[in-house]
């Protein structure tokens, strides 16, 4: 199992633009979450979801969208890039929502 | 991360003790966990203790319990240079409907 996948590993853009972070996951995981990293801020979460059709927000949602049209994929939409979404982005799932979460190697991203 | 607390940095000598704090905030959390992410790598998976249980050891870890409380720790013996990374403290969601909760890590440092 390659476990959870993530692409690109690193992101330069500029303001104003967009793009998409992409996410899979082999495990036949149900739930998937993004988060991002700051310094000084741990982990904050930005979008879950429960399974295929099915999203939610979390505690940073502004500014990104998600979808999650099939159980392995679940991909993180910038759609007007800001310098305060300078970030390392990780992406996770878990075969249930309070279990142990396996995460991705993580996006590495840069707005400038 | 604001539901579960744990200092930023600690600093130690090759082969001393780590003990790293957390205190959370659901006192029905069915499960705790403790990641490690090493520089440039998502987190991984170090240990978890199940609500019922005080203590639980794993090789050079051991896992504290504090219901009452609601303080977890993890020490590390013997700790070597390797050991150095941030380390996350995670508790099962207090509204029990999203992913688990994180601090804000605890950056370790091993003094050769």
């Known amino acids: 199992n390659a476990g959870v996948t993530q692409t690109p590993k690193f992101q330069v853009l500029k303001t104003g633009q967009s793009m998409t972070l992409q996410c899979a996951q082999d495990?036949?995981?149900?739930?998937m979450s993004w988060y991002r990293q700051d310094p000084g801020m741990g982990l904050r979460l930005i979008h879950y979801?429960?399974?295929?059709?099915?999203?939610d927000q979390g505690e940073v949602p502004n500014g990104y969208n998600v979808s999650r049209s099939t159980t392995e994929d679940f991909p993180l939409r910038l759609l007007s890039a800001a310098p305060s979404q300078t970030s390392v982005y990780f992406c996770?799932?878990?075969?249930?929502?309070?279990?142990?979460?396996?995460f991705g190697p993580g996006t590495r991203l840069t707005v400038l | 991360g604001e539901d579960v607390e744990q200092s930023l940095f600690l600093s130690v000598r090759e082969g001393d003790s780590s003990v790293i704090n957390c205190t959370y905030t659901?006192?029905?959390?069915?499960?705790l966990y403790w990641y490690k992410q090493e520089p440039g790598a998502g987190l991984q998976l170090l240990t978890y203790?199940?609500?019922?249980?005080d203590m639980k050891q794993d090789q050079r870890l051991t896992v504290l319990l504090n219901k009452k409380d609601k303080h977890l720790s993890l020490r590390i013996a013997d700790t070597q240079t390797g050991d150095s990374a941030i380390y996350f403290c995670?508790?099962?969601?207090?509204?029990?409907?999203?992913?688990?909760?994180f601090g804000k890590g605890t950056r370790l440092s091993v003094i050769a």
């Open positions: 996770a799932s878990s075969y249930g929502l309070n279990r142990e979460q396996f």
């Open positions: 495990m036949n995981h149900e739930y």
């Open positions: 979801s429960v399974g295929a059709g099915i999203t």
């Open positions: 659901d006192s029905s959390s069915t499960y």
């Open positions: 203790i199940f609500s019922n249980m």
């Open positions: 995670a508790e099962t969601s207090p509204r029990g409907n999203t992913p688990l909760v």
